[in-house]
Nanobody, 119 residues
Framework: QVQLVESGGGLVQPGGSLRLSCEAS????????MTWYRQAPGKQRELVAG???????NYADSVKGRFTISRDTAKNTLYLQMNSLKPEDTAVYYC?????????????WGQGTQVTVSS
């Protein structure tokens, strides 16, 4: 079955860094658009950063210049390098895999990993 397993979350001080990982199994990782979302308490889930199957990236304005998304197809793993973290980055971070062929749609979510930015 399809699994997306996030890791790397934790507690970090403002200005610190974390790297999140999302290991995928059960899908042909290379053909999926991979995206990081986050959801803070009391707020809607929002897109953080995405990378297409051909390597094109996009970022939320709030993280541009601080976060970097990347993918390693050989390891079936998606990454999010987060630098200069702020308290407002505190959220549960989710990995998403999306593929829309000519017919049908395939969309999967991980279970999430908590990131807390606090002194």
């Amino acid at each position: 079955q399809v699994q997306l397993v996030e890791s790397g979350g934790g507690l970090v001080q403002p200005g610190g860094s974390l790297r999140l990982s999302c290991e995928a199994s059960g899908i042909i990782f290379a053909i999926y658009t991979m995206t990081w979302y986050r959801q803070a308490p009391g707020k809607q889930r929002e897109l953080v950063a995405g990378v297409s199957s051909d390597g094109k990236t996009n970022y939320a304005d709030s993280v541009k210049g601080r976060f970097t998304i990347s993918r390693d197809t050989a390891k079936n793993t998606l990454y999010l390098q987060m630098n200069s973290l702020k308290p407002e980055d505190t959220a549960v971070y989710y990995c998403n895999a999306d593929y829309k062929p000519g017919s049908g749609s395939y969309n999967y979510w991980g279970q999430g990993t908590q990131v807390t930015v606090s002194s």
